[in-house]
């Protein structure tokens, strides 16, 4: 199914005036000032801001993507470079490597081994925005590579990190799920699994003081995109002596919203998630919404990458 056309949305002016005198004082035609809005009355002019907000980011997001495809296509490292942002990375269940630069990145890329395969250009199949936030989105896409005469050679799904550095927007990361082509008893079994992975990862979450019980619910080498960083753990001793576990935690606990698969692939799975961070009192301090790829490496099946709003 070729994507959906992207919307245009403009917003050209939402002005607000509030009469709040005459300025000939004393005037018998002046008008009573205006009760101040509540909150209630104040929200649907909030939400308005906040989904053209989230229309704007979404576009954005899109044309990253198509950008990355475009560039693709054209065959040159450099010119594929410039959709993606840096440090980049492409989790998934093979090995894969954090890279620092655009003219690293470059040099590494391979498009004869890629033509090798009978692959002439790859295409779009769908893709969805299924995450926004300022200056971050998520992009579950679907694309095939074909050859010379059009025929389908593979399809991948990925979920595309999409971040905004400066003006430009770009991919950050690249969440591998892996070959789109999944029978149906597979594609039910890695989809429990998965949301059984999560369960675990949330449950050590829930002791924030206990890292080594966190740490045994990831995949390594294990990323983590958030706070405009991208950081890359080779193995869990790493993660528990690195910064990510000595982080000074300002909650109690965390509970799991909702957990949803939005991609089943050969190689993994993509979980959107919701959770919310809680005081001693199991109050809610906070919540945030992310996306986790799960993978099955040497036996084990845990988190592999993690993509949050969360600072």
Request: aromatic share 12%; net charge negative.
């Given at each position: 199914m070729p994507p959906r056309p992207a919307r245009t949305l403009c917003l050209a002016a939402t002005l607000i005036v509030v009469w709040i005198g005459d300025p000939g004082a004393g005037s018998a035609n002046a008008s009573p000032p205006l009760a101040p809005q509540t909150r209630e009355q104040a929200e649907p002019l909030r939400q308005a801001v906040?989904?053209?907000e989230r229309e704007r980011v979404r576009l954005e997001a899109i044309r990253a993507a198509d950008r990355y495809l475009e560039t693709w296509n054209t065959r040159d490292p450099v010119a594929w470079a410039t959709s993606l942002h840096f440090p980049h990375v492409r989790p998934g269940l093979?090995?894969?490597?954090?890279?620092?630069?655009?003219?690293?990145?470059a040099r590494g890329v391979n498009f004869e081994r890629?033509?090798?395969?009978?692959?002439?250009?790859?295409?779009?199949?769908?893709?969805?925005?299924?995450q926004t936030g300022p200056a971050k989105a998520h992009v579950a896409g679907l694309y095939s590579r074909y050859n010379v005469d059009g025929e389908r050679i593979r399809s991948t799904v990925i979920t595309y990190i999409?971040?905004?550095?400066?003006?430009?927007w770009g991919i950050q990361a690249r969440f591998a799920a892996g070959s789109a082509d999944v029978a149906d008893p597979q594609r039910a079994a890695a989809r429990a699994d998965a949301l059984a992975a999560v369960?675990?990862?949330?449950?050590?979450?829930?002791?924030?003081?206990?890292?080594?019980a966190w740490a045994s619910t990831l995949n390594y080498p294990h990323v983590r995109v958030a706070?405009?960083?991208?950081?890359?753990?080779?193995?869990?001793?790493?993660y528990i002596d690195g910064l990510q576990g000595g982080r000074l935690r300002t909650w109690a606990g965390t509970r799991l919203d909702w957990a949803?698969?939005?991609?089943?692939?050969?190689?993994?799975?993509?979980?959107?998630?919701?959770?919310?961070?809680?005081?001693?009192?199991?109050d809610?301090?906070?919540?945030?919404?992310?996306?986790?790829?799960?993978?099955?490496?040497?036996?084990?099946?845990?988190?592999?990458a993690r993509s949050t709003f969360a600072p």
């Open positions: 906040r989904d053209v093979g090995r894969f490597s954090l890279t620092r630069t655009a003219e690293e990145y890629t033509i090798g395969t009978g692959w002439h250009r790859s295409q779009w199949d769908s893709y969805d925005v299924f999409v971040t905004r550095q400066g003006d430009h369960d675990a990862y949330f449950e050590a979450l829930d002791d924030p003081t206990d890292i080594e706070d405009g960083t991208v950081e890359q753990w080779e193995t869990a001793e790493d949803e698969p939005v991609q089943v692939g050969g190689g993994g799975v993509n979980v959107a998630v919701r959770y919310s961070r809680l005081n001693p009192l199991g809610t301090l906070s919540s945030y919404e992310a996306v986790y790829l799960v993978t099955n490496r040497d036996g084990h099946v845990g988190v592999q």
